[in-house]
Antibody, heavy 124, light 107 residues
Framework: QVQLVESGGGVVQPGRSLRLSCAAS????????LHWVRQAPGKGLEWVSV????????YFADSVKGRFTLSRDNSMSTVYLQMNSLRPEDTAVYFC?????????????????WGQGTLVTVSS | DIQMTQSPSSLSASVGDRVTITCRAS??????LNWYQQKPGKAPKLLIF???SFQSGVPSTFSGSGSGTDFTLTISSLQPEDFATYYC?????????FGQGTNLEIK
């Protein structure tokens, strides 16, 4: 079945870096755009970033622009969120989500499949 | 950036009630509006995409409408499993902002 599994979360000090991974299975990974969405404890959903199916388009929330980068390895069916200069306000569960349609540019589609999330805690 | 304003932020209702949640965009987003349901400790689940199209497996008690800037999610007859938090999201233009959520509670 279609599945997304996030990993790489943990406790990190402010100013340090962390890389999250999202491993996909059950579908043709190279044909779908992938998003990251986060949720701070007790708060709502915040969209973070998206990478298009072919990596030509990448978009970021203003709150992470310049600090977070996104890449994908289609041979490994994995997308990576590199998070640098982490702040306490980055503390959240980070979800990976796949667009519903094929060959997405990162706009116009819905998020039809989600992973279970990985918790990132930024604290000294 | 496009701001999404969802109302109400919380709602108490009973099984069998009809409820409506609204979402307003700060500028026109055509029909690039999606609705998600989230239960505690779980990932969000897509309910409605393109403002009014049903995701496979979603009960027919759910419906979505609207275009441009104003959208609604309606649950025609609440079931016990419908008590959750609901979010709208625009995917017209990045950043793909979510509404602040509506917490639907049992009265």
């Amino acid at each position: 079945q279609v599945q997304l599994v996030e990993s790489g979360g943990g406790v990190v000090q402010p100013g340090r870096s962390l890389r999250l991974s999202c491993a996909a299975s059950g579908f043709t990974f190279s044909s779908f755009a992938l998003h990251w969405v986060r949720q701070a404890p007790g708060k709502g959903l915040e969209w973070v970033s998206v990478i298009s199916y072919d990596s030509t388009h990448k978009y970021f929330a203003d709150s992470v622009k310049g600090r977070f980068t996104l890449s994908r390895d289609n041979s490994m069916s994995t997308v990576y969120l590199q998070m640098n200069s982490l702040r306490p306000e980055d503390t959240a569960v980070y979800f990976c989500a796949r667009e519903s349609g094929l060959y997405g540019s990162g706009n116009y589609d819905s998020l039809g499949t989600w992973g279970q999330g990985t918790l990132v805690t930024v604290s000294s | 950036d496009i701001q999404m304003t969802q109302s109400p932020s919380s709602l108490s209702a009973s099984v069998g009630d009809r409820v409506t949640i609204t979402c307003r965009a700060s500028q026109s987003i055509s029909d690039y509006l999606n609705w998600y349901q989230q239960k505690p400790g779980k990932a969000p689940k897509l309910l409605i995409f393109g403002a009014s199209s049903f995701q496979s497996g979603v009960p027919s008690t759910f419906s979505g409408s609207g275009s441009g800037t104003d959208f609604t999610l309606t649950i025609s007859s609440l079931q016990p499993e419908d008590f959750a938090t609901y979010y709208c999201q625009q995917t017209y233009s990045a950043p793909h902002t979510f509404g602040q959520g509506t917490n639907l509670e049992i009265k």
